[in-house]
């Protein structure tokens, strides 16, 4: 699991290969990292958004791939949803809404068989 490191990896596509050759064949990965639609809004609010890597969902699943996880996909959910629940106050709501924040990634190992690193 990784929650935001991702905006900070120069070399992103590689730390995905360390991960994928660590984790079990039947591992999952689940990131979370800054999105590119996030530029601006209150929950990456510019200055710090230009630092920050974002990334699009076919680029995000295109690193997974590369890096050699299978079963890759990019999900939306709503946080505004699980903020009202919480009980955010309704000040701090603009921070969640929109719908389409940071992509969790999600991706499974799946190493071929018999290979000598799995």
């Known amino acids: 699991m990784s929650a935001g490191a991702f905006a ?3 070399h992103p596509e ?3 290969r ?3 050759r660590v984790l079990d064949q039947a591992g999952r990965f689940v990131r979370f990292a ?3 639609t996030l530029r601006g809004r209150a929950a990456a609010p510019e200055p710090v958004t230009y630092r920050l890597h974002g990334y699009t969902d076919s680029e995000s699943e295109g690193m997974a791939r590369a890096a050699g996880f299978r079963e890759v996909g990019a999900a939306h959910p709503d946080p505004g949803r699980w903020a009202c629940a919480a009980g955010i106050l309704p000040d701090a709501l603009a921070f969640f809404e929109g719908g389409k924040g940071g992509p969790p990634l999600t991706a499974r190992a799946g190493h071929e ?3 000598a690193d799995a």
Do not use: C, D, Q, Y
Request: charged share 20%; hydrophobic share 60%.
């Open 113 to 115: 068989e018999g290979r």
């Open 14 to 16: 590689w730390v995905l």
């Open 8 to 10: 900070f990896f120069k």
């Open 34 to 36: 800054v999105s590119v």
């Open 18 to 20: 360390v991960i994928h």
